[in-house]
C-alpha cells in the first residue's frame, strides 16, 4: 500500500497524520527561490506586477485549475494589501468554490462573499471568540501539560515538532465538540483533512491521485462527523463548543439540519491545528536562534504575545491570498480587469518599509501594528484567538518544564521554508 493511502487507514497512526502533513508541506515548498528577496526586489521596481508571480514558485493558489486562465496581477505593498483584504465587495472569493472549494462540495467559508458570508461567519465566530476561548484556557493549558510534555521531561531531548503538530489537532478539535477521550481519532480526521487540502496539487503527474484520496476524504471525514453531530443531538446540543452552538443556532429563522452541521464543521477542519502547528514551528525557531530573545522571554512571559505577534508578521504561514476583481479598477495607475485574479503577497506587505521600520529585522520590541499573518478584512483568520491562546500555553509550558531548553547541537538547525504554508520542518532540542 502506497504511504498516500496509508494516510487514510481506518486504524490511523500518528505517522500517517505526520505523512499527510508532510505531503501538504512538499506541495506548498515550491522552487528554491529566496521568496523574501524576490518580493523586495518586486515591491522596489513593480509595486503592481502584471503576471502571475506565485507560478514561479510552482505552487497552487486557492483558484485550482483555474489559475493560468485569466488575467493575473501581484500586488506587493502593504497599503496595496490591506486596501484589497478589506474591501469585500471589490475583490472576492467566491472562485475558490469552484479551486480549493472543490474538494469541500463547494461549501467552505472561505469561498463565501457578501451576506452569505457575513451570516455563516456570525454562526461559526462566536465558539472562537476569547469569552468562549479563556473559559478553555485552564483545560488547554493541562492538556499540553499533562498529556505532552510531561511525560517528555525525563528523555531530556525531543524534537519539538511531533509534539507541535499533535496538540493543535487535540485542542481546536475539542473546542469544535468532537469527544475528548479518542486522541487517535482527532489524528484520523487531521489526516483526511489534510489529505483534502492535497486535493489542491497542480503536478500533472500528481494530481489525480491527490484528487481521488481527496475525494475518499471528503466523504470519510463527512461521514464520521455526521456520526457526532446525531448523536450530540440526540443527547442534547448543550456546551459552548462549536458543534453544540451550531445544533441550537437559527439560520434564516430555521435552526440547521444535520447536513447543515456538519458540512460546516467539515470546511473549518483543514485549517484546525495545521496553521498552528506551522506558526509554533517559526515561534520556536525565531526564538531559540534570536540572540538573547530566549532568557528574555523566559524571565518576562509577557513578551510571549509580542514573540507570536512579531513572528507571525516576520514568517507567516500564508505567503499570499487570491481574490476576483468583482469590477474594472486601478491600483497605482495598472488597470485590473474585472475577472482578474489578484495576488496579494502578505509575505511582501509585511516586510514593506513604508509599514514597518527595518522591516527585516525579527524586533518584538517594534510598535503594534496590523501584519496579515492571519489575513485581513471579512476573511480574516476565524480561529486567529484559540491559536495564539494554543501557543503561549505550549510556550510557557516548554520554559516552564524544559529546564535550559535550547537547539540540540548534534542535529540540523531548524530552517523556515515554503513558497506557501511556511515554517520549519523539526525542531531538535535538548534540555538540562
Request: with cysteine; hydrophobic share 40%; proline share 5%.
Amino acid at each position: 500500500m502506497s504511504s498516500e493511502n496509508t494516510v487514510l487507514e481506518a486504524d490511523s497512526t500518528v505517522l500517517n497524520l505526520e505523512s499527510a502533513y508532510s505531503a501538504v508541506s512538499d506541495m506548498y515548498k515550491g522552487a528554491d527561490l529566496d521568496i523574501h528577496a524576490l518580493c523586495r526586489e518586486m515591491r522596489h521596481q513593480s509595486p503592481v506586477h502584471e503576471g502571475d508571480f506565485v507560478a514561479r514558485f510552482g505552487v497552487p493558489t486557492n483558484a485550482g485549475m483555474q489559475a493560468g486562465t485569466r488575467p493575473t496581477f501581484a500586488l506587493f505593498k502593504y497599503q496595496d494589501v490591506m486596501a484589497v483584504l478589506r474591501d469585500g465587495a471589490s475583490f472576492t472569493s467566491g472562485f475558490i468554490a469552484e479551486g480549493l472549494g472543490a474538494f469541500f462540495d463547494g461549501l467552505i467559508i472561505l469561498a463565501m462573499d457578501g451576506e452569505q458570508h457575513r451570516k455563516v461567519r456570525a454562526l461559526l465566530q462566536p465558539a472562537f471568540m476569547p469569552e468562549t476561548v479563556n473559559k478553555w484556557r485552564g483545560k488547554i493549558d493541562r492538556v499540553i501539560r499533562e498529556d505532552f510534555l510531561i511525560p517528555m521531561i525525563g528523555d531530556k531531548r525531543a524534537d519539538l515538532m511531533d509534539f507541535g503538530l499533535n496538540f493543535p489537532i487535540r485542542e481546536m478539535y475539542a473546542l469544535m465538540g468532537f469527544p475528548e477521550d479518542d486522541p487517535q481519532t482527532y489524528r484520523q480526521y487531521a489526516a483526511w483533512a489534510l489529505a483534502m487540502v492535497g486535493g489542491n496539487q497542480i503536478d500533472p503527474a500528481k494530481a489525480p491521485e491527490a484528487r481521488r484520496l481527496a475525494g475518499i476524504a471528503v466523504k470519510s471525514l463527512y461521514d464520521e462527523i455526521l456520526k457526532v453531530v446525531i448523536q450530540r443531538r440526540a443527547t442534547g446540543s448543550d456546551g459552548d463548543d462549536l458543534i453544540g452552538r451550531l445544533l441550537r443556532a437559527e439560520h434564516e429563522g430555521r435552526q440547521l439540519d444535520d447536513h447543515e452541521v456538519t458540512t460546516f464543521v467539515r470546511s473549518l477542519l483543514p485549517a484546525a491545528g495545521e496553521t498552528t502547528s506551522r506558526t509554533f514551528s517559526s515561534v520556536l525557531t525565531l526564538l531559540l536562534t534570536t540572540k538573547g530573545l530566549l532568557d528574555r522571554v523566559r524571565n518576562d512571559r509577557t513578551l510571549i504575545g509580542k514573540l507570536i505577534d512579531e513572528t507571525v508578521r516576520y514568517e507567516p504561514v500564508a505567503t499570499f491570498k487570491v481574490r476576483e476583481a468583482a469590477k474594472d479598477v486601478e491600483i497605482r495607475g495598472v488597470k485590473i480587469p474585472k475577472g482578474a485574479f489578484v495576488q496579494c503577497m502578505v509575505v511582501s506587505a509585511n516586510r514593506d518599509e513604508e509599514a514597518f521600520e527595518n522591516p527585516d529585522a525579527f524586533d518584538i520590541d517594534r510598535k503594534p501594528k496590523p501584519s496579515f499573518g492571519f489575513g485581513f478584512g471579512p476573511h480574516m483568520c476565524i480561529g486567529q484567538f484559540v491559536a495564539k491562546v494554543e501557543l503561549n500555553c505550549a510556550i510557557n509550558a516548554i520554559l516552564d518544564l524544559f529546564p535550559n531548553v535550547r537547539l540540540d547541537p548534534s542535529k540540523p538547525a531548524p530552517v523556515i521554508s515554503g513558497a506557501q504554508l511556511r515554517g520549519a520542518s523539526s525542531l531538535s532540542v535538548i534540555w538540562d
